[in-house]
């Protein structure tokens, strides 16, 4: 469904979760309902004078934000304001071409279904803001990945099938003072060819490379056209753990041989970082260099934004960009996750946390990793009118944390409210991408909330761990994972793919494989 660029609208209603246009606030005494009506009105009056918001689509985005923002406070749903906005809308007069000048029959609307969606927004800790709920969805057309097992998404998809393992010795730097110094690295690299800037390569880190060579990657194999003119309407949004802290550009500051009475010296502590630091340190290191150097390179100004949640990061930032999609602030989304753990600083934090130290039987149910997987989202009309393959659907997207207590809670709290949200029965669940690795803890606690979400459907779903062939590869690691669910799960049904942080996070994505998605009228 096409929906008209702001430039062009005659009312501005802010970025979603925002304050209300003047003159359409909430609170003034005249009651909710009567506040949504009039909102609903100004919007049609005031669009049917201006550009083509008085388009049948246009109204009815604006209204929905609209609506939504006014029923946000009470948590009542817009669906009945909204029936009441489309039955009494003024039809469009406006003959002119457009982009947005197309019939939307109200009863296209499917009212139990936005009904449904925003009841389940309002549960507790499910309740993710006013997010608005539309018809628009939210389909995935591009894949791209580095992994330590390939170069790009198919030579991993390759690997896996030929039951490769990435786990070796780290080389990226001396970890033989560490509990364990195994790693899954990516060897051989070249990211030149995906740069379209070239000297960039000297202001950005192994996250960074990776995240953009994804993208890169995922553009082009969903047909993206090169300099296409709508880039105003492509996001960008990375998850990460934070980027590279360049430990081997420290060394000078931080050099053993240093006299004993200048240790907690920080007069001469920063004496020797200004002289021995590299003076681009900063843009090198900042975490969110991986998204802005995307959307540099590939020219996406649409909205821009980083995800830094630990291990879940990569699949927030998936499921917050179809937020996006769906609430009008972009068409298409490169959205995903980079990282790498390969590093002194994260080696000696696994290992203080005890994650490095193999189980009793000596099997290591952690192993540092590193890589990228982002895809590009688009709106499902957008993507049918550019002809691009349709790889799979996003239908259901729920984060949680459960701090101080068991992660279980978390896991069951994401399953049942992203399952809600797509309206799947357990039946419906064809595959699960597990957020750990078989017999460790998480393992178990994860086990637990798909028995109680699940039912006895949890014991003969198919279950699918990355984790032991390509490592841990921190933010990157759940969208590592659906895309690797989304090309290896066989058999019908919808795919779950969880991600956990060691924090208590818990994010769960529900897709539609493509073959599934096209059957949904």
């Known amino acids: 469904m096409p929906i008209p660029r702001k430039k062009e609208a005659a009312v501005h209603v802010g970025p979603v979760g925002g304050q209300a246009p003047r003159g359409l606030q909430t609170g003034s005494g005249t009651g909710r309902q009567h506040d949504a009506e009039v909102a609903c009105a100004k919007v049609r009056d005031q669009g049917t004078g201006g550009g083509h918001l008085a388009c049948r689509d246009g109204v009815y985005q604006h209204a929905l934000i609209v609506v939504t923002q006014m029923c946000r406070e009470s948590r009542r749903s817009p669906a009945q304001p909204l029936r009441q906005f489309l039955d009494a809308r003024a039809p469009c007069d406006d003959s002119r071409e457009c982009d947005g000048h197309q019939e939307y029959p109200h009863h296209r609307l499917d009212q139990e279904r936005v009904q449904e969606q925003w009841q389940t927004r309002q549960q507790g800790d499910y309740y993710r803001g006013p997010v608005p709920v539309t018809s628009r969805r939210v389909v995935i057309t591009g894949i791209g990945m580095v992994t330590p097992l390939g170069h790009t998404f198919a030579a991993t998809v390759e690997a896996l099938g030929r039951r490769e393992c990435a786990t070796a010795t780290a080389t990226l730097f001396d970890a033989s003072g560490f509990t364990s110094d195994a790693a899954a690295e990516v060897k051989g690299f070249d990211p030149r060819p995906y740069f379209r800037v070239p000297k960039a390569l000297k202001v950005t880190d192994r996250t960074t490379q990776f995240a953009v060579s994804a993208a890169a990657m995922a553009l082009s194999a969903a047909g993206w056209p090169a300099g296409a003119p709508s880039g105003e309407r492509l996001g960008v949004i990375i998850g990460t753990s934070g980027s590279d802290l360049q430990a081997h550009a420290l060394a000078g500051a931080l050099e053993p041989g240093a006299p004993a009475e200048s240790v907690g010296d920080m007069a001469?502590?920063?004496?020797?970082?200004?002289?021995?630091?590299?003076?681009?340190?900063?843009?090198?290191?900042?975490?969110?260099?991986?998204?802005?150097?995307?959307?540099?390179?590939?020219?996406?100004?649409?909205?821009?934004?980083?995800?830094?949640?630990?291990?879940?990061?990569?699949?927030?930032?998936i499921g917050e960009a179809a937020d996006w999609i769906r609430g009008g602030e972009a068409d298409a989304v490169l959205a995903g996750g980079a990282d790498t753990a390969i590093q002194p600083f994260a080696f000696a934090a696994f290992d203080q946390a005890g994650l490095l130290t193999p189980s009793a039987g000596g099997k290591a149910f952690f192993v540092p990793g590193e890589g990228a997987a982002v895809v590009l989202l688009e709106e499902r009309e957008h993507a049918l009118r550019r002809g691009a393959p349709i790889r799979g659907?996003?239908?259901?997207?729920?984060?949680?944390?459960?701090?101080?207590?068991?992660?279980?809670?978390?896991f069951s709290r994401t399953i049942s409210a992203a399952l809600h949200e797509t309206g799947w029965q357990p039946r419906d669940v064809g595959a699960v991408g597990m957020a750990s690795v078989a017999g460790s803890p998480l393992r178990a606690q994860e086990d637990i909330a798909?028995?109680?979400?699940?039912?006895?459907?949890?014991?003969?779903?198919s279950q699918h761990d990355f984790q032991t062939p390509l490592g841990h590869s921190q933010g990157a690691s759940g969208a590592i994972s659906l895309c690797l669910l989304l090309a290896t799960a066989a058999g019908p049904g919808g795919l779950i793919c969880n991600s956990a942080g060691y924090s208590g996070q818990s994010v769960t994505l529900c897709v539609l494989p493509a073959e599934s998605s096209a059957q949904v009228a």
């Open 393 to 410: 659907e996003l239908c259901g997207y729920a984060a949680a944390s459960a701090p101080g207590s068991s992660i279980v809670d978390a």
């Open 450 to 461: 798909l028995r109680s979400t699940l039912g006895p459907r949890a014991t003969t779903v």
């Open 268 to 317: 001469v502590f920063a004496d020797r970082m200004l002289s021995h630091l590299n003076p681009l340190w900063l843009l090198i290191s900042l975490p969110n260099m991986p998204s802005a150097h995307v959307a540099i390179q590939l020219g996406a100004r649409g909205p821009n934004s980083t995800v830094m949640t630990d291990g879940v990061a990569g699949s927030q930032a």
